[in-house]
Nanobody, 124 residues
């Protein structure tokens, strides 16, 4: 499956953004789909994900209650609604997909397809 992320931008702290990840080709419904991010000088970190079955969602503690992952299967698109953004959310955000087992959901190395990344910058 090929992925394309969009929706990033420069916003003030406290603002909201919605990222989109559009999928083409492959099987969209039977793979885990996740968002990861990588800030300046930092390692890639897990943000949120749908399980392989699509029935469960997972969030990093740092974004729980502020970010929401959702999907529109008809549009083959996964969204990441980000509210109350903080400067520490500044990063390049990537969407990823793959036949990932539940125990590996938060492990970026388990994903086989990646979008190109979209920059999110939050100023204080």
């Amino acid at each position: 499956v090929q992925l394309q992320a969009s929706g990033g931008g420069l916003v003030l702290a406290g603002s909201s953004l919605r990222l989109s990840c559009s999928a083409s080709g492959g099987t969209f419904r039977s793979v885990a789909i996740a968002w990861f991010r990588q800030g300046p000088g930092k390692e890639r970190e897990f943000v949120a994900a749908f399980s392989r079955t699509g029935g469960y969602t997972y969030y990093a503690d740092s974004v729980k209650g502020r970010f929401t992952i959702s999907r529109d299967n008809a549009k083959r698109t996964v969204y990441l609604q980000m509210n109350n953004l903080k400067p520490e959310d500044t990063a390049v955000y990537y969407c990823a997909a793959g036949p990932v087992i539940t125990s590996e959901t938060r492990n970026w190395r388990a994903y086989t397809s990646w979008g190109q990344g979209t920059q999110v910058t939050v100023s204080s």
